[in-house]
């Protein structure tokens, strides 16, 4: 199969790279940064396996596994008690500054890419909306960075790509079906069942399975009837089953991973969703390591046709002002330094949930057609990529003054 070199490499490289990752947890480069541009580098020769690009069933199945272990952790691993509060740093930067921002990006694609179809540049502004924290590890890691900045950051990139993930699934439903022959309008009665299917059944499913489970596991726990593996890999099992139901009955799995993982964030005590989480994310860094080398491996050289200014200018602005003006907005009034809200707002990386939403609309839609969309997508993961991993144990050093 041709997959496997491409495992084989990761394998290596995933064990290459833990060998000194003490020594580099505080140097500029971060396992995202190493992994991506080894994965450049080796794009540059001719590999036979390289040939099929990264549209292989065994690819597909691990960039598919990886959100879904990724939506059901981060929703699970997060108490949402916080988030009650309006005043809370995290409430602001999810349900104010999130749609600003997605606003803002709409608006400024829509000046810099004119001909481009309203719901294209809407889904551009969409997918890069999330933020992923592991891009600045340091940032959430480091313990003299005030706790309250840490889990700030920690929270918000935890969220919001579940928070986006429905209205991207929904311009993928528009643009498929725009791009249908056989379709010539999007018909009111089609776009009610999509969203009955989608939502609701998966909604549904995920609400059961993860209440009930983390019911089952609560009891399972005080019975002292369940080993400490079972223990831990449950949560993988719940996400699983989620996804794998939801398909079942056509709504969409990768929403019921993430409402199973809001549920199952009834596990009474902490100590074991903490063994869980640990595990979750254990299975999830390393996925996601597989991630941004298919994606400086697979997907990087296919912006290299077309880049021009307006791609370029949109990357630069998403990575400052429409991601930072935002968010310092939000912040005011939070009691925070001017330091605090810069750091909060240059770092919203952007990473894992944009890689897999672009390789899904890939997969679905196809590159032909989309092309500027796609290669603004990638050129701006890249430079958060490199900007942020190299930005983040310098800018963290600074609380230590």
Same mark, same amino acid.
Request: net charge neutral; with cysteine; proline share 3%.
């Given at each position: ?100 921002? +997605? &606003? ?5 694609? =829509?000046? /810099? ?9 809407? !889904? %551009? $502004? ?89 019911? +089952? &596991? ?5 019975? =002292?009837? /369940? ?9 993988? !099992? %719940? $996400? ?112 894992? $949930? ?48």
């Amino acid at each position: 199969m041709t997959e496997f070199p491409v495992i084989i490499i990761v394998a290596v490289l995933l064990f290459i790279y833990g060998i000194f990752s003490k020594k580099l947890v505080s140097s500029p480069i971060s396992p995202p940064l190493f992994f991506c541009f080894v994965g450049i580098i080796l794009s540059t020769f001719s590999f036979e396996f390289a040939k099929d690009g990264f549209n292989t069933k065994l690819i597909r199945i691990f960039l598919e596994l990886t959100l879904v272990i990724t939506l059901f952790t981060d929703a699970s691993s997060i108490n949402l008690k916080g988030l009650k509060s309006f005043k809370s740093i995290p409430f602001r930067l999810l349900f104010i500054g999130l749609p600003i921002t +997605i &606003i803002f990006g709409f608006g400024l694609a =829509k000046l /810099i890419f004119p001909e481009v179809d309203i719901v294209v540049v809407l !889904l %551009l $502004a969409l997918i890069l909306a999330p933020t992923d924290a592991v891009l600045g590890q340091a940032v959430v890691t480091f313990k003299w960075i005030p706790e309250k900045i840490r889990q700030s950051i920690n929270v918000e990139s935890g969220l919001n790509d579940g928070f986006v993930l429905p209205f991207v699934l929904l311009c993928f439903f528009i643009i498929n079906k725009e791009t249908d022959v056989n379709a010539t309008s999007i018909e009111t009665k089609d776009f009610l069942i999509f969203l009955m299917k989608q939502f609701v059944f998966a909604t549904g499913i995920g609400l059961l399975i993860g209440h009930f489970g983390s019911k +089952i &596991i609560n009891k399972s726990i005080v019975n =002292k009837s /369940i080993e400490h593996i079972f223990l831990t890999i449950s949560g993988m !099992l %719940l $996400a699983l089953a989620a996804y794998f139901f939801a398909e079942e009955v056509h709504g969409n799995g990768f929403i019921a991973a993430y409402v199973a993982g809001l549920a199952f964030r009834n596990i009474k005590s902490d100590s074991d969703v903490k063994i869980i989480s640990e595990f979750n994310e254990t299975i999830t860094n390393g996925l996601n390591m597989f991630i941004f080398f298919v994606f400086g491996f697979f997907i990087v050289h296919k912006i290299y046709d077309f880049l021009d200014w307006n791609v370029i200018i949109y990357a630069l602005l998403s990575l400052t002002i429409i991601r930072m003006l935002p968010v310092i907005f939000v912040l005011t009034g939070t009691g925070l330094t001017w330091f605090d809200k810069l750091f909060i707002s240059w770092f919203g990386p952007r990473g894992i $949930a944009s890689i897999l939403y672009l390789a899904m609309f890939v997969l679905q839609v196809n590159f032909k057609g989309y092309e500027k969309m796609i290669s603004t997508i990638i050129l701006t993961v890249l430079l958060s990529i490199f900007f942020h991993g190299i930005s983040a144990v310098y800018l963290s050093n600074k609380y230590k003054v």
